[in-house]
């Protein structure tokens, strides 16, 4: 059909690349013509009659890009909208992707997951009085939605019944997918994004997210969809081809994790933890495994209900943003607590604050998920080396963008480190799935009987093999019971966390988000990037650069790219500096699922000499933090100003 002139004149005045403009009039013409869009019609044509031109040119101008194994981002109307549409295209392209993966194979099975969201229209994008297809939809129901799309491709999806009261964590899903040796899985999740978001997120038969080159297979299959093969979820029952879950993957996942276990477990009242889900699914994978290991959970009532408008949440429900504890700290206050735990939506990421004080209660202090890597690594390392059960040559796994005190204590213990990977815990189930199938992975030699740990900044951890994405559930019972080691000892975690950096090491770890949203912002982003890779600056607040290392070099470690979802995920620079004893570096990428790029900044000290009183050793601590706020502000100052950009005042702000 041809679209009213005003459309064309109010997409003419919005600066943006004109051949985005000109798919956007491509993609709005099909879903107001199309005979599968004709729900989203009056919607559409709202938004037309309101002239939201910006709204609509970012809701058409392309496909919702399918990255990091999967769709995430905003729901709405449009093809750059999470909807039933971009969800079907995105299995549609994972059942063509799973039947050349598996040929031959009958029947091909995958499990599926959800979370807690809800679509509101809490934007208020959408005018209410009209119909409209998405609002209301959760993720129950996208996965409904998907099943009767795997069903329609003759492969047996595995799910929750619709009446369950319980939810699959993002953990228990890929122990599921292992333990019923599916080809594949797929969790509607937006983890811990704001509450009109929502995503697809696919799985491997190995229970984790794919790596290159098999995402970029995916993905090519993905762009390749024209027709969606469907079945309406009651025929897609009635076709035998789905599967309704029993409690018992649930059973024998807790108990994987309560293996975890180091200490004895505590004795009544011998240790106070107060337990937040955030509104998410985390009471029925960290909540339950705390309960089992006797550490009888203290809630935060107002808190425990899933609920995807995270109603009773400060800022966002995610353990990585203080702020969001401020409930679970009032209840510790008052209950004389030792620890909090809080787990965010979908339940892989998990944080929390311990009391200053032996006796609990009091002051609580809130760790970064730096300082609970190298907290849980060291707590791990020592009690089996402590037990004897450290294997002779064991395996630790981090980030480059990880505390690299958790380098220094991997080695202590004598164990391989792997400290450079990309971003994200596909990487380090990639890191198992090599040991597993070839006994190494780089120059490391060993099994997945040496695995200790897989840690990374975002409140993400692996403790067990059998595991292959991040895991709330065994990283609360080690936080837990790292504090009632201390505890036991008349300490707190707070001591434990001060020994450490005097043993290895004060490390200053912050990150800083460069939001840039938009079709302007993704260009401003590819610009910046581009500019410090070609034109890398000497010196960042007053410390020399030392090295620069762009993972793009095809000549580096990384090698040939193995196709576009590789090159996206290594367009990552690295600064590493130093000056006056500080060792210091700086990681610049894109997120791979919001509108912003992230600087990881991170200056250390060398461990404290013999002889140093606390009063130097706290002067050399006070001087990694106040050079870290130097290159925050000169950071962002540098990399703004390669697109003509000012810091906004305050942008430069650290955590503490």
Same mark, same amino acid.
């Given at each position: 059909m041809d679209l009213p002139p005003a459309v064309v004149d109010g997409f003419a005045a919005i600066d943006a690349d004109p051949a985005l403009k000109a798919k956007a009039l491509q993609n709005l013409a099909a879903w107001l013509d199309g005979a599968e869009f004709a729900a989203y019609r009056p919607q559409i044509e709202w938004l037309i009659a309101e002239k939201k031109w910006s709204v609509l040119l970012d809701s058409f101008y392309q496909v919702l890009p399918f990255g990091t194994g999967g769709r995430r981002g905003a729901v709405g109307i449009g093809p750059n909208r999470m909807n039933p549409w971009t969800l079907g295209a995105s299995v549609q392209g994972h059942c063509e992707y799973l039947k050349e993966r598996f040929p031959g194979v009958s029947p091909l099975k995958v499990v599926l997951a959800y979370d807690v969201r809800q679509f509101e229209d809490k934007r208020g994008v959408y005018n209410r009085d009209l119909p409209n297809p998405v609002l209301h939809t959760s993720s129950r129901d996208f996965c409904q939605y998907a099943a009767g799309v795997y069903a329609a491709n003759g492969i047996h999806a595995h799910l929750l019944p619709p009446d369950s009261k319980r939810y699959v964590a993002t953990p228990e899903l890929s122990f599921t997918i292992r333990s019923l040796h599916a080809h594949g899985g797929l969790n509607m999740t937006a983890s811990h994004n704001p509450p009109d978001d929502n995503g697809s997120k696919f799985y491997t038969d190995l229970g984790s997210q794919p790596v290159a080159p098999e995402d970029q297979i995916?993905?090519?299959?993905? +762009?390749?969809?024209?027709? &969606?093969? /469907?079945?309406?979820?009651? %025929?897609?029952?009635?076709?035998?081809?789905?599967?309704?879950?029993?409690?018992?993957?649930?059973?024998? *996942? &807790?108990?994987?994790?309560?293996?975890?276990?180091?200490?004895?477990?505590?004795?009544? +009242?011998?240790?106070?933890?107060?337990?937040?889900?955030?509104h998410g699914v985390g009471g029925m994978c960290a909540g339950e495994t705390l309960e089992a290991q006797g550490f009888r959970p203290i809630p935060v009532p107002e808190q425990m209900t899933p609920d995807g408008q995270f109603p009773n949440v400060t800022k966002t429900p995610n353990p990585e943003v203080p702020e969001c504890l401020d409930r679970a700290e009032a209840v510790a206050k008052g209950q004389k607590a030792d620890l909090v735990i809080?787990? +965010?939506p979908d339940a892989?990421? /998990?944080?929390?604050?311990?009391?200053?004080?032996?006796?609990?209660?009091?002051?609580?202090? *809130?760790?970064? @998920?730096?300082?609970?890597?190298s907290l849980v690594t060291h707590f791990k390392l020592s009690q089996l080396s402590r037990n004897g059960s450290l294997p002779q040559s064991p395996i630790v796994i981090s980030t480059e963008v990880t505390t690299s005190q958790v380098v220094r204590i991997g080695r202590h213990f004598g164990a391989q480190v792997i400290g450079d990977l990309l971003v994200?815990?596909? /990487?380090? !189930? =990639?890191?198992? !799935?090599q040991l597993d199938a070839t006994g190494q992975f780089g120059d490391v030699r060993g099994s997945v009987d040496d695995f200790i740990i897989a840690v990374e900044e975002s409140h993400g951890l692996i403790a067990t093999?059998?595991?292959? +994405?991040?895991?709330?559930?065994?990283?609360?019972l080690l936080m837990a019971e790292a504090a009632l080691l201390m505890k036991r000892e008349g300490r707190t975690l707070v001591d434990y966390? %001060?020994?450490?950096?005097?043993?290895?090491? /004060?490390?200053?770890?912050?990150?800083?988000?460069?939001v840039m949203t938009g079709l302007e912002g993704k260009r401003d982003m590819?610009?910046?990037?581009?500019?410090?890779?070609?034109?890398p600056p000497k010196e960042i607040g007053g410390l020399t650069v030392d090295s620069v290392e762009d993972l793009w070099n095809e000549d580096g470690r990384m090698g040939p790219f193995k196709g576009d979802t590789d090159r996206a995920a290594r367009n990552f620079l690295i600064f590493r500096l130093s000056a006056d004893g500080l060792t210091a570096k700086v990681c610049l990428r894109p997120s791979g699922t919001e509108p912003k790029a992230k600087a990881y900044l991170e200056v250390a000290t060398p461990p404290r000499a013999i002889g140093t009183t606390d009063v130097e050793w706290g002067e050399q601590c006070r001087r990694a933090d106040t050079q870290v706020q130097r290159l925050a502000t =000169?950071?962002?100052?540098? !990399?703004?100003?390669?697109?003509?950009?000012?810091? !906004?005042? @305050?942008?430069?702000?650290?955590?503490?």
């Open positions: 995916m993905s090519e299959l993905v +762009d390749q969809v024209t027709a &969606i093969r /469907y079945l309406p979820w009651a %025929d897609a029952v009635r076709s035998g081809k789905v599967h309704f879950l029993d409690d018992s993957h649930h059973r024998a *996942y &807790i108990e994987l994790c309560r293996k975890e276990s180091l200490l004895p477990p505590p004795k009544l +009242d011998e240790i106070r933890v107060v337990f937040t889900p955030l809080a787990t +965010d892989d990421r /998990y944080g929390g604050l311990a009391s200053t004080s032996p006796e609990g209660g009091g002051t609580f202090r *809130y760790f970064t @998920g730096n300082e609970l890597a994200g815990f596909k /990487y380090h !189930a =990639d890191v198992l !799935a093999p059998h595991l292959r +994405d991040k895991d709330s559930a065994c990283a609360a966390l %001060d020994d450490l950096n005097r043993q290895f090491g /004060y490390f200053r770890n912050e990150l800083l988000n460069l590819a610009r910046m990037l581009n500019a410090l890779r070609t034109n =000169d950071f962002l100052r540098l !990399a703004l100003g390669t697109v003509g950009v000012t810091p !906004a005042p @305050g942008a430069d702000k650290l955590s503490r």
